[in-house]
């Protein structure tokens, strides 16, 4: 076996070697394959992550929607008094209600406010993000916010800083000061950076219509629940389902695949990753066995002198393997040195298992592709590759 | 023209046939070939275009099974064996030089050379330089280094010849080995290569279309229609036939 691997692998290196330019070029060729494939992963993980990245982060288990609200959360209200009967069901820990509206930061140092997703949660509850710097919410009723990361980078915003908020309410723009009391880790929600403000605050300077304007009671948009034991998941779920009126609940990955556009966004993307892989299988395909029909007599002699069948594919898979490889580091390397390039405001997150497993994909191809080229150059018999045969 | 059956030859065929089934009938494109080479001699197959003169030697190089018939060499048959035997034997107990394409192109002379040692794990340090004498022997001790693409025609052959030779095989073949060459240099190479195969004792077969070329060999075997014809074996017979004369 050693000997085998051995004679393939000095028959594959000595030809790559001597036809350095030709192999080099079909690197280049897998190395813009790789570029596409992994900016296509990571323009999924970007937009998948600048939907999901609040929900996915947040300390709970289960989401409580208003029921046919077809877990959109925009779409759901929750009174106050859910809250309480949902607190009450067996095996929940913890309940926070989560908010959700638009609003625009206004910065003095920057032409264009900064839009942002303007969140309101219960201080010390679920929904609340833990703070990278600063100090957590202190009251529902406090003028303050803690910013994510994202909002932290885009608007220079430091702990301490004043915060000014622009709403509309009704038909007029009202303008709010908080304090930024810490600064959480990215949580993007709807592909907007993210302010949390406590629950009751965010009741006062969210925008509103006219006729909610003189609403006294805060309706939320969802009820975020931390169960006692989280691996009962199934059975606290159905027990609020049954003991609170009018409600739906939903996991977190369920409440992702359920956040708007997300599953079609990322099963498009997926399928233009596929289709990128595909392509690649055709391109190095392609080559190897335009390669394998060159090469027919020069096969042909290593067989007629004695090459064993299995050498001869052992060095083409060899071969393959090698030039797929350098092909995905040059591809590799040249998606590292863009994506520096990129300014955070660009969707483009390079996630290390996504990229993993898109190099991984990469590598699989090209011995994919070449199978067929494998197959030829298996079945060439030297007598006619010679043109030996009558 | 059956070999004697008491002394062993590196190569002794029995009654081969070759037939092929074609829409126009049965063709025997051997018919009945008994022959034998001894150690150290050197024989011309010769004959018309489609005498059976390559498909006899495609044969004898264990590239292609016969219908019938026995092919020992060294004592052990080819026509009863598998494919990986015969790979096997074609690797270590044969040596071929074909009319063209005969290198590989991305190896450099002695790196072909080498490459009958290294498929038969007996590339070492000996090896490497009898590779490297046989070569300078041949006149390509200032070509060691060069690729096909760099060497004449005559240069790529004396390569080919090498490579036939430098594995000790039992039997060494030539399919038109001067098929691609002016007539100076095929005489140069046909005379280099019957030298080797005198001095170092190997049974040798050049298949040729060039009658000039046999002056070299020791015995002609006239092919004709698939069957042996006629054998030349004395000096005058094979210098008449070489010039071009009658030989009936």
Do not use: C
Not at chain 2, 51 to 68: D, F, H, R, V, Y
Not at chain 2, 175 to 193: C, G, H, K, N
């Amino acid at each position: 076996m050693r000997r085998l691997f051995s004679m393939a692998g000095y028959l594959a290196i000595k030809e790559i070697w001597h036809n350095k330019g030709r192999f080099l070029l079909v690197s280049m060729v897998i190395g813009l394959i790789t570029l596409l494939v992994l900016f296509i992963a990571a323009l999924g993980e970007g937009l998948g992550n600048g939907n999901r990245e609040y929900i996915s982060k947040v300390d709970a288990e289960l989401i409580v929607y208003q029921a046919k609200s077809d877990f959109l959360i925009g779409a759901s209200r929750l009174p106050r008094n859910r809250l309480d009967d949902i607190s009450r069901v067996n095996g929940v820990s913890d309940t926070g209600r989560l908010g959700t509206s638009n609003a625009s930061i206004i910065l003095p140092d920057k032409p264009a406010p900064l839009k942002v997703a303007l969140l309101g949660v219960d201080p010390g509850h679920p929904g609340e993000p833990g703070v990278l710097q600063g100090s957590q919410l202190r009251s529902n009723t406090a003028k303050e916010a803690i910013i994510d990361r994202s909002t932290a980078l885009r608007s220079g915003l430091k702990i301490g800083d004043n915060l000014v908020i622009r709403t509309t309410q009704g038909t007029e723009d009202k303008f709010y000061d908080l304090t930024v009391a810490g600064i959480a880790e990215g949580q993007q929600y709807s592909l907007q950076p993210s302010i949390f403000v406590p629950f009751n605050t965010w009741d006062k300077v969210r925008p509103k219509s006219e006729a909610e304007l003189n609403m006294s009671n805060p309706i939320a948009n969802v009820v975020l629940v931390k169960l006692t034991d989280p691996n009962a998941l199934e059975q606290v779920r159905q027990r609020i389902t049954a003991e609170v009126n009018n409600v739906d609940v939903a996991t977190i990955s369920q409440a992702i695949q359920a956040l708007p556009g997300y599953s079609a966004q990322q099963s498009t993307l997926n399928t233009q990753g596929g289709f990128t892989l595909f392509i690649g299988i055709l391109v190095i395909g392609g080559f190897f066995q335009i390669q394998v029909l060159q090469k027919v007599p020069q096969i042909g002699v290593l067989k007629a002198i004695g090459t064993s069948n299995p050498v001869v594919a052992w060095a083409a898979i060899i071969q393959i393997i090698i030039i797929t490889f350098i092909g995905v580091l040059i591809g590799g390397l040249f998606s590292y040195l863009f994506s520096l390039t990129f300014p955070p405001t660009v969707p483009i997150v390079f996630n290390g298992t996504t990229s993993a497993a898109a190099l991984a994909a990469l590598m699989i191809i090209g011995p994919l592709g070449g199978l067929v080229s494998i197959r030829y150059a298996v079945r060439i018999e030297p007598l006619k590759a010679l043109g030996l045969s009558s | 023209m059956n070999p004697p059956t008491n002394q062993s030859y590196p190569l002794e065929t029995r009654s081969v046939v070759k037939t092929y089934d074609t829409d126009f009938g049965i063709i025997h494109a051997v018919d009945d070939v008994s022959l034998h080479v001894a150690p150290g001699e050197f024989v011309a197959l010769v004959g018309p275009s489609g005498s059976g003169k390559t498909t006899m030697l495609s044969i004898l190089a264990a590239l292609l099974q016969p219908s019938s018939g026995r092919i020992l060499l060294d004592g052990i048959d080819l026509a009863s064996m598998g494919e990986k035997e015969r790979v096997r034997m074609r690797r270590e107990k044969i040596g071929f030089t074909f009319q063209a394409n005969n290198l590989v192109p991305y190896l450099n002379a002695v790196e072909n050379v080498e490459l009958m040692l290294r498929l038969n794990n007996k590339l070492d340090k000996t090896g490497k330089l009898r590779a490297r004498e046989l070569l300078a022997r041949l006149g390509l001790g200032e070509r060691l280094h060069n690729y096909p693409g760099q060497m004449s025609g005559g240069q790529q052959q004396r390569v080919a010849i090498a490579r036939a030779l430098i594995h000790n095989p039992s039997l060494v073949l030539a399919d038109e080995p001067t098929a691609s060459l002016d007539t100076e240099r095929a005489y140069q190479v046909v005379e280099t290569f019957a030298g080797l195969i005198h001095e170092q004792d190997r049974a040798g077969i050049m298949v040729t279309h060039d009658l000039r070329m046999v002056e070299f060999v020791d015995r002609v075997l006239l092919m004709r229609d698939g069957k042996l014809v006629q054998v030349f074996t004395t000096h005058e017979e094979i210098m008449r036939l070489a010039r071009g004369g009658p030989h009936d």
